[in-house]
Nanobody, 122 residues
Framework: QVQLVQSGGGSVQPGGSLSVSCSAS????????IGWFRQAPGKAREAVSC???????WYLDSVKGRFTISEDNARKAVYLQMNGLNSEDTGDYYC????????????????WGQGTQVTVAS
């Protein structure tokens, strides 16, 4: 199993931007589909975005046009750029890796990052 390490996140006012990144400890993410999930306080974990090992992407409807998932050329990291943030985007963000294709089912992913907090508040 790949070990995922996250960075980024933080606090921002509504309308602001943040980014989170996900990398593999001691290796690359080549061959993995990477999903981003978030969990708001008192709510279930939900899939936000995903990028397959061959570059196909998926977004939750509520983040389309605001969030962008990307990867670096060497597939050492996958990024989630979040623009136009609002209070509904507040939560703990997790990246996850799997050898399959994008799915909204958290249970399908074999490896998880440690989580990164994103807080949107005025």
């Amino acid at each position: 199993q790949v070990q995922l390490v996250q960075s980024g996140g933080g606090s921002v006012q509504p309308g602001g931007s943040l980014s989170v990144s996900c990398s593999a400890s001691g290796g690359t993410l080549a061959g993995y589909t990477i999903g981003w999930f978030r969990q708001a306080p008192g709510k279930a974990r939900e899939a936000v975005s995903c990028i397959t090992h061959d570059g196909n992407t998926w977004y939750l409807d509520s983040v389309k046009g605001r969030f962008t998932i990307s990867e670096d050329n060497a597939r050492k990291a996958v990024y989630l750029q979040m623009n136009g943030l609002n209070s509904e985007d507040t939560g703990d963000y997790y990246c996850a890796a799997d050898r399959g294709y994008c799915t909204t089912r958290a249970g399908a992913f074999e490896s998880w990052g440690q989580g990164t907090q994103v807080t949107v508040a005025s």
